[in-house]
């Protein structure tokens, strides 16, 4: 008799790892990595972003591995057990119910922006993007912007896509799913990077990462650095904890975070190799920003030979690793939602993405009728932004960062130490005493200065 599907575990460490990476690659990695560097003077941001990730982002990995697997359910169960066995408060719990809202609303506007790259699928293989000026692909994203019926419709398809795997369970629906998707998803890059290499500029691709400039390296470059590292990787929220909760025994978490952080490190550089060639050669701007990929790339991919295979390559890349993504973000509430309100895996997968749905209608409209509405518009901060960048801000500079400072603070201050020796299978020496002081002190301080800054308390304070 099988076990429910909120019970199941991974088949093995390759499924672990391939969904760890499908949480870690997603947008963040494949889109704004690139244009993050481009805008922040390429190499000199590459240095502090690789030590985040070493200093910052794997220490609090390897701590949502040890909650996870230690509590065996979701992020709220799993930090209860753990607080509970190691004679804390359970209220502690509601960390992991911060991280669960949280990815709630961050999944409820990642889901549009997913819908726009299966949009441009169809566009890219109907040669849209042929002999079109600037204007003119900027003009059609202009258009799909301004169209909600559009917009939500392609919304409507994404979340449907990631209910339908989450639904189906760990290993029947999430573990099929990530071990296609993402070897898929390196396939596509390594051909990307393959055709970039030999049309298109890798010369001046290499020099734009390779040759550092530390004048470019500012406190502003540094803290958007550590920002990426975060927020692009995904820990803080407790999605890490809820798979790792289905994790077998003989899975060495320091190993699989370790592998999973240079897995979305290297196909963020695959990212990059496949994109700034193309951008170099078509006489194209880097530093373009957000609109890199939807609004950029398409000139390149209107001019060169076979555009319309590689472009439309290229958006179901994007696809495929926001999906991947997504499936962790809606995994993390479906969790909950099993372990506390007792509901079928269906019921909640589908629930849940519905409501998700619902409110990411809110983002499509912010784009087109709502463009005007400021439903914050009494508070100074939140004057000029819609209702996508409430939800935007709140997530990214507030939500987020207070997850993983109380992420940090938990398991460096918190967890038992003999849970921690037990589940890293290390002992009280020099690696517990720097993995203690990485978690309980520098991650909380670190993201402490990002939270401040990313609010102005610290240009105010500097003002005075």
Same mark, same amino acid.
């Given at each position: 008799? +099988?076990?429910?599907?909120?019970?199941?575990?991974? +088949?093995? $460490?390759?499924?672990?790892?391939?969904?760890?990476?499908?949480?870690?690659?997603?947008?963040?990695?494949?889109?704004?990595?690139? =244009?993050?560097?481009?805008?922040?003077?390429?190499?000199?941001?590459?240095?502090? =972003?690789?030590?985040?990730?070493?200093?910052?982002?794997?220490?609090?990995?390897?701590?949502?591995?040890?909650?996870?697997?230690?509590?065996?359910?979701?992020?709220? /169960?799993?930090?209860?057990?753990?607080?509970?066995?190691? /004679?804390?408060?359970?209220?502690?719990? /509601?960390?992991?119910?911060?991280?669960?809202?949280?990815?709630?609303?961050?999944?409820?506007?990642?889901?549009?922006?997913?819908?726009?790259?299966?949009?441009?699928?169809?566009?890219?293989?109907?040669?849209?993007?042929?002999?079109?000026?600037?204007?003119?692909?900027?003009?059609?994203?202009?258009?799909?912007?301004?169209?909600?019926?559009?917009?939500?419709?392609?919304?409507?398809?994404?979340?449907?896509?990631?209910?339908?795997? &989450?639904? $189906?369970?760990?290993?029947?629906?999430?573990?099929?799913?990530?071990?296609?998707?993402?070897?898929?998803?390196?396939?596509?890059?390594?051909?990307? &990077?393959?055709?970039?290499?030999?049309?298109?500029?890798?010369?001046?691709?290499?020099?734009?990462?390779?040759?550092?400039?530390?004048?470019?390296?500012?406190?502003?470059?540094?803290?958007?650095?550590? #920002?990426?590292?975060?927020?692009?990787?995904?820990?803080?929220?407790?999605?890490?904890?809820?798979?790792?909760? =289905?994790?077998?025994?003989?899975?060495?978490?320091? &190993?699989?975070?370790?592998?999973?952080?240079?897995?979305?490190?290297?196909?963020?550089?695959?990212?990059?190799?496949?994109?700034?060639?193309?951008?170099?050669? =078509?006489?194209?701007?880097?530093?373009?920003?957000?609109?890199?990929?939807?609004?950029?790339?398409?000139?390149?991919?209107?001019?060169?030979?076979?555009?319309?295979?590689?472009?439309?390559?290229?958006?179901?890349?994007?696809?495929?690793?926001?999906?991947?993504?997504?499936?962790?973000?809606?995994?993390?509430?479906?969790?909950?939602?099993?372990?506390?309100?007792?509901?079928?895996?269906?019921?909640?997968?589908?629930?849940?993405?519905?409501?998700?749905?619902?409110?990411?209608? /809110?983002?499509? %409209?912010?784009?087109?009728?709502?463009?005007?509405?400021?439903? %914050?518009?009494?508070?100074?901060?939140?004057?000029?932004? +819609?209702?996508?960048?409430?939800?935007?801000?709140?997530?990214?500079?507030?939500?987020?960062?207070? #997850?993983?400072?109380?992420?940090?603070?938990?398991? #460096?201050?918190?967890? +038992?130490?003999?849970?921690?020796?037990?589940? %890293?299978?290390?002992?009280?020496?020099?690696?517990?005493?720097?993995? $203690?002081?990485?978690?309980?002190?520098?991650?909380? %301080?670190?993201?402490?200065?990002?939270?401040?800054?990313?609010?102005?308390?610290?240009?105010?304070?500097? #003002?005075?």
């Amino acid at each position: 008799m +099988s076990l429910p599907a909120e019970k199941q575990a991974w +088949s093995g $460490r390759f499924a672990f790892l391939m969904a760890t990476v499908g949480s870690a690659v997603g947008l963040g990695s494949i889109w704004k990595f690139p =244009y993050m560097v481009g805008a922040n003077g390429g190499s000199a941001f590459l240095f502090a =972003y690789l030590a985040a990730l070493v200093i910052l982002i794997l220490p609090l990995m390897i701590g949502e591995f040890v909650i996870g697997r230690r509590g065996g359910m979701g992020a709220v /169960g799993s930090i209860a057990k753990v607080a509970r066995e190691s /004679g804390a408060s359970g209220l502690w719990s /509601g960390v992991g119910a911060w991280g669960v809202l949280t990815g709630f609303l961050i999944l409820s506007f990642y889901s549009v922006i997913g819908g726009w790259t299966v949009a441009y699928i169809p566009q890219a293989l109907s040669n849209a993007f042929q002999d079109q000026s600037p204007q003119d692909i900027g003009a059609q994203f202009s258009r799909m912007l301004a169209d909600p019926v559009g917009l939500t419709f392609h919304h409507a398809i994404f979340m449907a896509l990631t209910a339908v795997v &989450v639904a $189906r369970g760990v290993s029947e629906g999430i573990e099929r799913a990530v071990t296609v998707l993402m070897p898929l998803m390196f396939a596509i890059l390594i051909g990307l &990077v393959f055709y970039a290499f030999a049309t298109a500029d890798m010369g001046r691709a290499f020099e734009f990462f390779f040759q550092p400039d530390f004048t470019k390296l500012t406190p502003e470059v540094v803290l958007s650095a550590i #920002g990426l590292g975060f927020f692009s990787i995904g820990t803080g929220i407790g999605a890490m904890i809820t798979y790792a909760a =289905y994790a077998p025994r003989d899975i060495n978490l320091g &190993v699989a975070a370790i592998l999973t952080i240079a897995a979305d490190t290297f196909a963020s550089f695959l990212a990059a190799f496949a994109i700034f060639p193309l951008v170099f050669a =078509y006489g194209l701007n880097p530093g373009e920003g957000a609109g890199l990929m939807f609004t950029t790339l398409p000139i390149a991919f209107g001019q060169m030979p076979g555009g319309a295979v590689v472009g439309a390559a290229f958006f179901l890349l994007l696809v495929v690793s926001a999906l991947a993504s997504a499936i962790s973000l809606l995994e993390l509430v479906v969790a909950w939602a099993t372990d506390t309100l007792k509901v079928s895996r269906p019921a909640a997968a589908y629930a849940s993405a519905f409501v998700c749905w619902v409110i990411g209608i /809110g983002t499509v %409209l912010s784009f087109n009728h709502w463009s005007t509405w400021y439903p %914050l518009d009494v508070l100074p901060t939140f004057s000029n932004k +819609s209702f996508f960048d409430v939800i935007d801000y709140l997530t990214s500079n507030i939500m987020l960062p207070l #997850g993983g400072i109380f992420l940090g603070l938990f398991v #460096g201050w918190v967890m +038992s130490k003999k849970t921690i020796f037990e589940e %890293l299978g290390i002992q009280d020496g020099p690696t517990w005493q720097l993995f $203690r002081f990485l978690l309980g002190v520098v991650c909380p %301080l670190a993201i402490f200065i990002l939270f401040v800054v990313n609010l102005g308390f610290v240009k105010l304070a500097i #003002g005075d």
